[in-house]
């Protein structure tokens, strides 16, 4: 099936650096949705984007919704252990259907 | 319930049984979506429902798979004569808004199948 192209596929970061991952699409997308994945849990979402150029933040965490609507970038400020896992991006074209289409993910490790 | 609830959580089937996963939505909420994720990739949608209408089935991998909400709340996912290939997570969401251009995903802890 149609996965978003995220990248990097995987880093390795020092407690405190900042990270910036993104997300990429061949479509045009209306709504970008980002969630983080622990190993045997469900997704969880932690920052949704409705507007081109829309910048939100959560907590340490900031997302942008690309200006050309086919991409969207995850930033997190002075990692912390807790922050590994899996990050993956989800994109929505809202015509004619309101499936989510998911990236195919950025494992983040944090080395403390 | 606070959030999506499924079940089981655990699956371990021979090849050829039939297999049937539960989820159960947050309340009111009004669409149910399922997803399958193979290890080490991002989820892949296979269904949507908006009330009890299933409104979109092109992610069905083939007709051995069957999903059903009949009363508009709990969804059973029903995979007939599984195959080694079906082995993978099996992830329920639920959104609020079935017809606007918001709608947040909220996912269940999603139920790992295991063909043998």
């Known amino acids: 099936g149609q996965q978003l192209n995220q990248s990097p596929q995987s880093m390795f970061i020092q407690e405190g650096e900042d990270v910036s991952m993104n997300c990429t699409s061949s479509s045009i997308f209306n709504t970008w949705l980002w969630y983080k994945q622990d190993p045997g849990e469900g997704p969880v979402l932690l920052i949704a984007?409705?507007?081109?150029?829309e910048l939100t933040s959560n907590g340490r965490l900031t997302a942008q919704f690309g200006i050309t609507r086919k991409d969207s970038f995850l930033n997190i400020s002075a990692s912390i252990p807790s922050d590994v896992g899996i990050y993956f991006c989800?994109?929505?074209?809202?015509?004619?259907?309101?499936?989510?289409?998911f990236g195919t993910g950025t494992r983040l490790k944090v080395l403390a | 319930g606070a959030g999506v609830s499924q079940s089981p959580r655990y699956k371990v089937a021979k090849r050829g049984q039939d297999v049937a996963l539960r989820c159960d939505p947050i309340s009111g909420h009004v669409s149910l979506f399922w997803y399958q994720q193979a290890l080490g990739q991002g989820p892949e949608f296979l269904t949507y429902f908006q009330n009890e209408a299933q409104l979109d089935k092109s992610g069905l991998p083939s007709d051995r798979f069957f999903a059903e909400r009949p009363e508009g709340s709990v969804s059973t996912l029903k995979i007939q004569r599984t195959q080694q290939e079906d082995s993978a997570v099996y992830l329920c969401a639920s959104s609020g808004w079935g017809s606007s251009n918001t709608g947040e995903l909220f996912f269940g802890e999603g139920s790992r199948l295991t063909v043998l």
């Open positions: 989800a994109g929505r074209r809202d015509s004619g259907t309101y499936k989510y289409i």
């Open positions: 984007l409705y507007k081109a150029g």
